[in-house]
């Protein structure tokens, strides 16, 4: 039996204390072993919930319980889960998040503090909630240079359009993605590309191995849009590695009508990874949500259980990736 601990109780949190309750046999067959939740940190206690008594708001009690072997993160925000993060990698636990401004601000001392400590630090719902793109790069594809990545990375800017798309307005479709759940707390990081950026961020970190800055990134978001042109305008997120640093950008884009990217509709996040040669792979999934991110989530905590040690596969460093700006001719060169 390997205990568990979940902090933050809201969305993906909650997900991820469900998702656990409801697939014990699938879990345990997975891992090897049986999960349990052990603890919950919250921040205000939820007495009317059915996980009311696992709960505590002081993490030290997490900290200090040596039958925790990991800590899934699921607040949000930086200063917080990276104090969190931080204690839970010292303490030669396991740490897996959700949270993309976690890790594209600090992933690269979580990675070193994970390896000196020798505990999982892994993190697929990051990226695409439910859509698999973290555990795709560091291995299906780790026999393949990376040199172009486009898609769609935020759910709820690509909700926003669908639902437009339909005629239903744009704080209307706002309101909808807040309340299923699949909004920031602050839903400009959505709308504005400032999420699609962090995550595509992360990727890059991944495949060059160094720290790259969202905010060298340029970003461009949705809410000047009138049109979306028959649901051909997306947010999309693109890159093209070169040998002095990367082209970057997340920008709303007409694609083709016949690009992957047309299909991937309402919550659903998509990307096309394209590596030398002409190995050319793409992903699809619910991007958002409560049980599709915790499926990922749990996912991660699966592995951690499966192999408790570190692993370096697309770790990076704090070295900066220099972001070059696209030129046209490139732009046109990289069709979406
Ligand atoms: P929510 O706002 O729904 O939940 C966050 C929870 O964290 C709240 O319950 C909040 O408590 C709690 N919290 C805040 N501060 C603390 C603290 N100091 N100690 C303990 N608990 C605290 O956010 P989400 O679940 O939507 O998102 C969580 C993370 O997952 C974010 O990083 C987000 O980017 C990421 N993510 C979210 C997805 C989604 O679909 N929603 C998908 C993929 C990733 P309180 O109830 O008191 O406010
Ligand atoms: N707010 C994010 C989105 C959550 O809409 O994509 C998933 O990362």
């Not at 995550?199 to 340029?218: E, V, Y």
């Not at 890159?239 to 950008?249: L, M, N, T, Y």
């Not at 990217?261 to 998509?270: E, F």
């Not at 996912?299 to 070295?319: F, K, L, Q």
Request: net charge negative; glycine share 10%.
């Amino acid at each position: 039996m390997k205990k568990i601990a979940i902090a933050g109780f809201g969305t993906v949190g909650g997900g991820i204390a469900h998702l656990l309750r409801d697939n014990q046999k699938v879990l345990a067959d997975n891992a090897g072993e049986n999960i349990s939740l052990g603890a919950i940190l919250v921040r205000t206690m939820k007495a009317d919930s059915e996980f009311a008594h696992l709960m505590t708001t002081d993490f030290t009690t997490i900290e200090q319980d040596e039958d925790i072997c990991l800590v899934a993160e699921a607040i949000g925000g930086v200063d917080v889960p990276f104090e969190i993060a931080c204690r839970t990698l010292k303490a030669g636990k396991g740490f897996v998040t959700a949270n993309k401004a976690l890790v594209a601000e600090k992933g690269h001392i979580l990675h070193a503090l994970a390896k000196e400590h020798n505990v999982p630090f892994l993190f697929e719902a990051a990226v695409g909630g439910g859509m698999p793109i973290i555990r795709p790069i560091r291995t299906s594809l780790s026999s393949t240079g990376i040199n172009y990545v486009y898609g769609i990375l935020n759910a709820t800017s690509n909700f926003i359009l669908s639902e437009m798309d339909k005629g239903n307005t744009y704080d209307q479709a706002v309101k909808e993605a807040q309340a299923r759940g699949y909004a920031e707390a602050d839903p400009s990081a959505d709308v504005d590309g400032i999420d699609s950026a962090r995550k595509l961020a992360i990727i890059l970190a991944m495949i060059t191995g160094k720290k790259t800055s969202p905010d060298d990134i340029r970003t461009v978001g949705i809410t000047a849009l009138k049109d979306t042109c028959g649901g051909r305008v997306k947010l999309l997120a693109r890159a093209a590695v070169k040998d002095d640093g990367v082209h970057a950008e997340v920008s709303p884009v007409l694609v083709d009508e016949d690009s992957l990217m047309t299909c991937v509709k309402s919550d659903r996040n998509g990307i096309v990874v394209r590596g030398e040669g002409s190995v050319e792979t793409a992903y699809f999934g619910v991007g958002a949500g409560a049980i599709p991110t915790a499926s990922a989530v749990l996912s991660d905590v699966v592995e951690a259980i499966r192999r408790p040690v570190y692993s370096d596969e697309c770790a990076w460093g704090a070295e900066e990736l220099k972001v070059l700006p696209w030129t046209d001719s490139e732009l046109a060169e990289y069709r979406s």
